[in-house]
């Protein structure tokens, strides 16, 4: 099958080269930067395009004569892109952290008979994933947590974090509202509130809070509690709180000299540079997944956990490894027949099929990125 990888950067890049090792697939990979495009050079399988995928015509022309399309853009470009590509007729599993609702494009896809998989990374993604297997696995499900975040090995001043996904899609993490479910409603807080310390073993303490990554959990499951929330060092929350609520993070321009800028746009000028990892450098992924249920009268616990490490090996972080990875396992699904739902499927609905959350998680442990699972009676 002729696969089009939209988006070959931090993640793009490595999922391009897991589709096309061993001839598995042949791999297009298409991005407006030529210094991207240029370190998929010479990797067997592959081939590069460059495009402009703000353009939704420049998307119809590279997925044209593919089999099989997977999105990696930066989450402002997100959704334009996967509208492009199901009016295209394309298959498409997408990562991109878009802030409009993916279902919106489900009549869309079914009008057009594609089956587009959306959110198919880590969180949202294997949390959703988790979620829709406990939903067949208890007679009800009480309560869902998801904690989660991508970190560098080694904590350097100033910010002790380093961002290995689009940065732009970081800020979106500490601007955008959080909604999560309470009491079976959904409630909205700003995003960085309620902060808490969890500890993760061989990693240590680590600092929770608000983030917006339910998503589509929120109308297509019926739990009464759930709410995820993301993680950093101890001390990272209260300076990006300092830098929003002193305007760093504003849209509207001001005059500076003359000159009308965005307060964003200079703080992403200034943050990005420092937020970037050198080559080589180590990170890791930390997640912890927990859903309280019953099943036949009795309640019980299950927690999902994972630490995911750089690879030394083959120089792969872990946010692509873990992200990327699901996303390649939802397309060899996908490519093998074993989902073929039109329309727009979140992970959860895949989720719900036993065979399907198996061959995902069996996929994820091939490459190591392996959840341990522990069952604890809550009665």
């Not at 996908?334 to 099929?353: C, F, H, M, N, T």
């Amino acid at each position: 099958m002729r696969v089009a990888v939209l988006g070959g950067g931090l993640v793009g890049g490595v999922m391009a080269r897991d589709l096309a090792r061993n001839g598995e697939f042949q791999v297009t990979v298409a991005d407006v930067s030529a210094a991207v495009l240029g370190r998929l050079e010479g990797v067997p399988g592959v081939t590069t395009v460059r495009a402009d995928l703000s353009d939704t015509g420049a998307i119809e022309r590279v997925v044209e004569g593919h089999d099989l399309v997977v999105g990696a853009v930066p989450g402002h470009m997100g959704f334009a892109m996967l509208k492009a590509v199901i009016e295209a007729g394309k298959t498409v599993v997408d990562i991109s952290f878009f802030p409009e609702d993916a279902l919106a494009l489900d009549p869309l896809a079914r009008r057009h008979g594609v089956c587009a998989v959306v959110d198919c990374g880590v969180a949202p993604g294997c949390s959703n994933l988790i979620l829709g297997r406990m939903e067949t696995d208890f007679d009800r499900v009480d309560r869902f947590v998801c904690y989660v975040g991508g970190l560098p090995a080694v904590r350097t001043w100033p910010w002790e974090y380093k961002a290995a996904f689009s940065p732009s899609d970081v800020l979106e993490e500490y601007t955008r509202p959080a909604r999560y479910v309470t009491a079976g409603r959904v409630v909205t807080m700003p995003a960085l509130s309620e902060p808490e310390l969890v500890e993760f073993p061989k990693v240590g303490t680590l600092e929770a809070f608000n983030t917006d990554g339910l998503r589509s959990l929120l109308v297509t499951v019926k739990v009464p509690s759930m709410i995820e929330k993301t993680m950093r060092y101890p001390g990272h929350i209260e300076k990006i709180r300092v830098l929003r609520e002193s305007g760093f993070f504003g849209t509207e321009p001001i005059e500076v000299g003359g000159v009308r800028v965005k307060p964003l746009d200079v703080t992403s000028r200034l943050l990005f540079p420092s937020w970037q990892f050198d080559p080589g450098e180590e990170d890791l992924t930390a997640m912890r997944v927990i859903v309280d249920g019953s099943k036949e009268g009795r309640r019980s616990r299950r927690i999902f956990e994972m630490v995911d490490r750089f690879d030394r090996s083959t120089g792969t972080t872990s946010m692509a490894r873990t992200t990327g990875y699901t996303c390649t396992a939802g397309v060899r699904l996908v490519a093998q027949g074993l989902w073929d739902r039109k329309g727009v499927s979140p992970p959860e609905y895949i989720g719900r099929d036993s065979g399907c959350y198996e061959f995902v998680m069996a996929d994820l442990a091939k490459r190591g990125v392996v959840f341990q699972e522990a069952i604890t009676p809550l009665e």
